[in-house]
């Protein structure tokens, strides 16, 4: 079983449209993560979610929306897509303990033409 | 703030050496965890290792170990025998429960690649 699946894996679209991308965890964790790495492989955290509270919003566009219907759920609306936003989108969750790591998803790799 | 840091964009081992990654971290929170992930080629985040800011002993999972300097706040990856497949880009990673909330963050990574 996938611990934290990602859908869709790849994602193409045009400017200015919106796209979501899709995540859930099977591992009962309390908090749930969205991180951006650009080009340069450089992970930066967009936001953090804890039992569906938003906790960290990182500067990140309001274009970006995260939606966190349910403690296993956590999923990445964006809105009028610019080229910029092109990148790998990968989402991960964690328990409350700190002595434990975070799982990741295997990555959305979003292309905007 | 918290930060992370590896100061080495890139490095090169031969086959069977020794490497160590650098990470440098700073917090002031006394609880923390410190963690190394590895992404080959095919884009996935593995865990490696981890080690507790309280861990009196430096952690250690098969050819992996974390050389711990909490005094320096350092947090050094160390492949022993490397082989091919540990060609890949190497992230650290700081843990913090900071006002009942997780926060991970990341440093810039390092890419290895293994010489034959």
């Known amino acids: 079983d996938t611990a934290v699946s990602q859908t869709p894996k790849y994602l193409v679209t045009q400017m200015g449209n919106d796209k979501s991308i899709k995540c859930e965890q099977n591992?009962?964790?309390?908090?749930m993560y969205w991180y951006k790495q650009d080009s340069k492989k450089f992970l930066k955290i967009m936001f953090s979610?804890?039992?569906?509270?938003?906790?960290i919003n990182e500067t990140v566009p309001n274009r970006f929306s995260p939606k966190s219907p349910d403690k296993a759920h956590l999923n990445l609306h964006i809105n009028s897509l610019e080229l910029g936003d092109s990148a790998v989108y990968f989402c991960?969750?964690?328990?409350?303990?700190?002595?434990?790591?975070?799982?990741f998803g295997q990555g959305t790799r979003l292309t905007v033409v | 703030a918290q930060k992370i840091t590896q100061t080495q964009p890139g490095m090169f081992v031969q086959e069977k050496e020794a490497v160590t990654l650098d990470c440098t971290y700073d917090?002031?929170?006394?609880?923390?965890?410190l963690f190394w992930y590895k992404q080959p080629s095919s884009g996935e985040m593995i865990f490696l290792i981890y080690?507790?800011?309280?861990?009196?002993q430096n952690a250690t999972e098969g050819r992996y170990s974390l050389n711990f300097q909490k005094a320096r706040k350092s947090a050094n990856l160390v492949i022993s025998a490397s082989q091919l497949g540990d060609s890949a880009m190497y992230f650290c990673?700081?843990?913090?429960?900071?006002?009942?909330?997780?926060?991970?963050?990341f440093g810039t990574g390092t890419k290895l690649q293994v010489i034959p």
């Open positions: 591992l009962g964790h309390d908090t």
């Open positions: 917090t002031s929170d006394p609880s923390y965890g």
């Open positions: 080690q507790g800011s309280y861990d009196q």
């Open positions: 990673a700081m843990r913090l429960n900071s006002g009942g909330y997780q926060k991970v963050t």
């Open positions: 991960a969750s964690s328990p409350r303990q700190v002595n434990t790591e975070a799982f």
């Open positions: 979610y804890n039992n569906k509270e938003l906790i």
